[in-house]
């Protein structure tokens, strides 16, 4: 072994012991690259799928049924592109600029979550996104506010206090409609038919597919696997919406006894695939509307330059 190669070792294990020991690593800290190039893969998708997250509810904005849910729907939205800052600026913390961040977006190499290439239908998809889909974002994220890089970790804890507003105003609608008129339940039922399979595709690949699981295991970033978090979620929804007369669109999805759990029917792994390589139902759309976003926002990162520029020079 080299003096360099040494020398790595010996740093790689302090680095594991510190994680071990539960302290967190912070951005001047010494830290493997494979770590760090982790971190701003994962930090940077998780920041687009908030920013990308914003369209499908925020179409509906301007057709809520009342002033209540147009507030509510406005501050959810609101609170997703916060989500996107302090996430775009945790991934700063490792040397990821925020150019090559959005360009990685807009040119179509950077992923986002899949869930997001769906159309929003009718109102009552709305609430389906909330109790679903921040449901299990909510239960993704509760894991990362434990993880082992300081400033994921406490953009996380500030995140989930918001997505649990999020996920309870979704869970309010869910229960108002299912308990509505037969057309409103009708709608709240489809709305469940169609979000139902994309959130479960949310928590990413079977374990024995996923490549990055084990690495980020090893280095205290994930501390549960897709299929474990997943499969929290389906327990934990399968009786609230069962509770409700709601049904859910799986055949196969049945309990069991002996390991306490409900067991899901297989996930259509050709669709997830599709979609997280842009040929879902609106991957084309999302980025068109990103794209234009981008352009209209240009005089601003303009004028905060140019104001930014003459502050330094006077
Ligand atoms: N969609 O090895 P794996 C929100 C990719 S938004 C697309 O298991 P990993 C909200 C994966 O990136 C919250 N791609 O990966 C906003 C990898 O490809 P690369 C979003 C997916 O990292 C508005 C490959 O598949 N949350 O709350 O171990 C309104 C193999 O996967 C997906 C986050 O982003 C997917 N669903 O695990 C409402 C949380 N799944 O990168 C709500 C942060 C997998 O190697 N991210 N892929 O080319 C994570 O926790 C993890 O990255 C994942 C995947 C669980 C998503």
């Known amino acids: 072994m080299t003096h360099s190669e040494e020398n790595f070792q010996e740093k790689l294990i302090e680095f594991e012991a510190r994680i071990a020991r539960g302290e967190k690593i912070e951005p001047g800290d ?177 374990d024995s597919e996923s490549k990055n699981t084990p690495e980020l295991q090893r280095w205290g970033i994930k501390t549960k696997t897709n299929d474990e978090l997943r499969q929290e979620f389906i327990d934990e929804m399968v009786p609230a919406l069962h509770a409700l007369n709601l049904t859910i669109p799986d055949p196969e999805l049945h309990y069991d006894e002996a390991s306490g759990h409900w067991i899901s029917g297989e996930i259509d792994w050709d669709e997830f695939w599709r979609v997280v390589k842009g040929a879902g139902p609106l991957n084309k759309e999302r980025l068109a509307a990103r794209r234009k976003a981008h352009e209209d926002g240009r005089w601003v990162r303009e004028a905060a330059a140019a104001y930014a520029a003459n502050m330094t020079n006077s």
Not at 149 to 173: L, N
Request: proline fraction near 5%; include cysteine.
């Open 30 to 206: 010494w830290m493997p690259e494979r770590y760090r190039k982790q971190l701003i893969r994962m930090i940077s998708q998780h920041a687009h799928s908030e920013i990308v997250g914003m369209l499908p509810e925020g179409a509906w904005i301007p057709h809520a049924p009342n002033l209540r849910r147009k507030m509510v729907l406005l501050a959810k939205v609101q609170d997703e592109g916060g989500h996107g800052q302090y996430l775009y600026h945790a991934a700063e913390t490792l040397g990821a600029t925020r150019e090559e961040m959005t360009e990685a977006l807009l040119d179509g190499r950077a992923k986002y979550a899949s869930v997001f290439n769906y159309p929003t239908l009718t109102w009552a998809d709305n609430a389906a996104i909330g109790w679903l889909v921040d449901g299990a974002a909510i239960m993704n994220q509760t894991m990362l506010a434990q993880c082992s890089y300081g400033p994921y970790s406490r953009a996380m804890v500030r995140i989930c206090a918001e997505e649990g507003f999020h996920k309870k105003q979704g869970q309010e609608m869910v229960i108002q409609y299912a308990q509505g008129t037969l057309k409103q339940q009708a709608m709240m039922q489809d709305a469940i038919n169609r979000w139902w399979w994309p959130t479960l595709m949310m928590f990413g690949p079977h």
